[in-house]
Structure formats: structure tokens, C-alpha cells
């Protein structure tokens, strides 16, 4: 990443833009990648310089990862997951609604490139977005591990693939396929279910 790369994520953040939702960096193709939010954060808080003149405003395309992972999972995961979504964000305790966002928006969008937290904001009522909102900036996170169960079942997984014990998730072997192909990121495993 080059010093100008840094230099325009320094900026973003003194702006309040969130790294990994209002902007990201593509290593393979070298460019910076801004929503919208990030773009009209940057010039409300650097009114003095014309971003339209020196950047290339993409509107990304939302649509085209949820058809290429629906069609590969064989299922509508995305109609699937944001129905388990608004579910569990009207029954988690609100520090365990922060932490099962944080593990469903980062995980997808690293893993599928599926936009989520815009899909979300596009697609949602508005009072689920500001909850949303309000839920990514609250600290401290209580662990939760009901993300893991809904992105199986919205995979395809079915009952039998998930199981409990005590506070962990036991996924079968079919179990973990699917959630390594819509998730991404640091999870323990250990001995899956007895398939």
C-alpha cells in the first residue's frame, strides 16, 4: 500500500468512517475501495479538497455476490440469513446483538464479498439499520455464538448439523463446509459432530 493509500485511510478515519464498511483496500488490483457514507464523510470533514476530481466514484454492485453464492449453495442464503437476522436482533441482549453483527458483517463480506451492512441498509427498515448503527459502535461485546447456527441453516445446513455443549457450537463435518464457504475469520473447531 502505497504512502497516498495510508495517508487516505488516516484521513478517513479522523472523518469517523468505519475500516472494513466505509472503506477497504483491494491488494490485488492496488485501489481503495469508499461507500458512500465514507465518500460524504471525507468531504464534510475536508470540504477544501474536490474528491469527485480526484477519484473514481464506483457504485458497487450489490446484487451480483448473492446470486453467485445462491447459485453455488443451491439455496437463497442471503432472503434466509436477514430474516434469522432481524430475529435475533429483536431477542439478543443488546451487547450479544453487537457481537453476533460484528461476526455476521465481517466474516460474509471478507469470505464472499458480499456487501451485507449495505444490503442491509438498502433492503431493511429504517429502524433495524439504526439499531444496526447503534450496535457497531458499542463496546463491550458479550460472546454469542448464535451467528454460527443461523449462517449454517441460511446455507443450507439443517438441524442436525449444529449441536451445543455448554457455551460451544459442534458442527458435522457438512456443517463446517458451509460455513467455511459464507464465512470467514477466527474460530475455534474442534471435534465435529458424529456425521
Not at 102 to 129: F, M, S
Not at 171 to 183: F, I, R, Y
Request: hydrophobic share 40%.
Amino acid at each position: 500500500m502505497n504512502s497516498d493509500n495510508v495517508q487516505l485511510f488516516r484521513m478517513l478515519i479522523e472523518a469517523g468512517a468505519q475500516p472494513g464498511e466505509d472503506f477497504s483496500y483491494d491488494l490485488s488490483q492496488g485501489t481503495c475501495h469508499i461507500n458512500e457514507r465514507g465518500f460524504i464523510l471525507l468531504q464534510t470533514a475536508f470540504p477544501d479538497i474536490n474528491w469527485h476530481e480526484i477519484s473514481n466514484v464506483i457504485e458497487r454492485d450489490l446484487d451480483s455476490p448473492v446470486q453467485r453464492l445462491n447459485q453455488h449453495l443451491g439455496v437463497d442464503f442471503l432472503a434466509t440469513l436477514l430474516q434469522k437476522l432481524q430475529k435475533r436482533l429483536e431477542q439478543l441482549p443488546t451487547n450479544e446483538a453487537a457481537w453476533y453483527m460484528h461476526q455476521v458483517l465481517g466474516g460474509i463480506e471478507q469470505r464472499t464479498g458480499i456487501a451485507l451492512y449495505q444490503i442491509i441498509q438498502r433492503d431493511l427498515p429504517p429502524a433495524i439499520c439504526q439499531q444496526l448503527d447503534q450496535l457497531l459502535k458499542l463496546t463491550p461485546l458479550t460472546p454469542c455464538n448464535l451467528w454460527i447456527e443461523d449462517l449454517v441453516i441460511a446455507a443450507g445446513g439443517a438441524a442436525q448439523d449444529i449441536d451445543y455443549e455448554g457455551g460451544d457450537v459442534l458442527l458435522s463435518e457438512a456443517g463446517v463446509e458451509l460455513l467455511t464457504q459464507v464465512w470467514t475469520g477466527e474460530l475455534e473447531v474442534q471435534d465435529d459432530l458424529a456425521a
